[in-house]
């Protein structure tokens, strides 16, 4: 008696034992670099006993896309987020699967109230100031006053119910909601040069503020917030962020850009301003050296 024995899929992953997922594959050039095969994925059946040709010609498929000269095999595009159902049989032996294809809308809040779900920076910090996204001034030790710019990325999945899917088979830890940063910081009018300022597109991802288990409602977080450098005089700040979505090291978003700029002098912030988008970084400090 012949049987369907396995289905396996290309350019996808099983995330248990009736679901795979693979990410869309973005027509043209990718915008993140990413080194995973492209194309559409390839459903295959195999059977037993044999695993043969003349098996394979008995295989009723339900689902996906026929493959001229094999009949064991059907293919599925991945150009579009959404679910494809795959059944394979012959007689009453059956198996059948669900291919997810998966890709995120990744947004920066930079106003309004955080979301429920995400984390506050200001729990636990010496000083908290307001619990929503946007720029203000704290308290500093040292300086007076700071500035600081609150914000929360979130990714919405798509399609609706993958990420129901994935924390339910204990995958959403996969998910990283990524970070990177190129920033020029100046302090008593001087450049402030660090690992995180004057470099080009640094990574900046942070963990611990990151919300992972709400990927079961389709949305991930990630909260941040810039602040100045410490200084005696002057100092000054200017941020640019690009944020974007992984899920098991491969990029399943696009970029999301917002930016970050503030001053400081005389104990006072004199600029405080997040949004969305990039500004030109300055090659010479605003505030002259003393």
């Known amino acids: 008696m012949v049987t369907i024995s396995k289905l396996t899929v290309t350019n996808a992953k099983p995330i248990d034992a009736s679901n795979w997922l693979t990410v869309r594959d973005v027509f043209g050039p990718r915008e993140i670099p990413d080194s995973s095969p492209r194309g559409d994925c390839i459903l295959q059946a195999d059977t037993s006993p044999r695993n ?7 295989i009723a498929w339900s689902g996906g896309e026929p493959i001229a000269g094999k009949p064991n095999q059907r ?21 059948k699967l669900v291919l997810w294809t998966m890709w995120a809308d990744v947004s920066v809040l930079t106003k309004g109230p955080r979301p429920a779900q995400a984390k506050p920076w200001s729990e636990g910090v010496p000083f908290p100031g307001p619990d929503q996204c946007g720029a203000f001034e704290v308290q ?14 979130v990714a919405k999945l798509q399609p609706r119910g993958v990420g129901r899917i ?3 088979a204990g995958k959403h830890s996969l998910f990283r ?3 990177q940063l190129t920033a020029h910081d100046y302090v008593n009018g001087a450049p402030n040069k660090h690992k995180k300022s004057f470099g080009v597109w640094v990574d900046d991802t942070l963990l611990e503020m990151q919300v992972q288990t709400s990927a079961a409602s389709d949305e991930l977080y ?6 100045l450098p410490v200084a005696t005089l002057t100092a000054e700040t200017y941020n640019n962020f690009r944020q974007w979505l992984d899920w098991d ?7 999301a850009y917002w930016y970050f700029q503030a001053r400081w002098k005389d104990q006072q912030v004199t600029l405080k301003e997040v949004g969305q988008g ?4 300055p090659q010479q400090a605003f505030y002259k050296k003393p």
């Open 52 to 58: 043969i040709a003349t098996e394979w010609s008995q």
């Open 140 to 153: 500093s030790f040292s300086m007076g006053k700071n500035a600081r710019g609150q914000v929360v990325a």
């Open 75 to 95: 293919r599925v595009k991945r150009q579009a987020t959404g679910t494809t159902t795959i059944t394979a049989s012959i007689g009453t032996s059956s198996q």
């Open 166 to 168: 994935i924390v339910a």
């Open 177 to 179: 909601i990524r970070r």
């Open 222 to 227: 990630d909260t941040d917030a810039p602040d």
């Open 278 to 281: 990039s500004i030109t970084l």
């Open 249 to 255: 090291g491969q990029p399943c978003s696009n970029f």
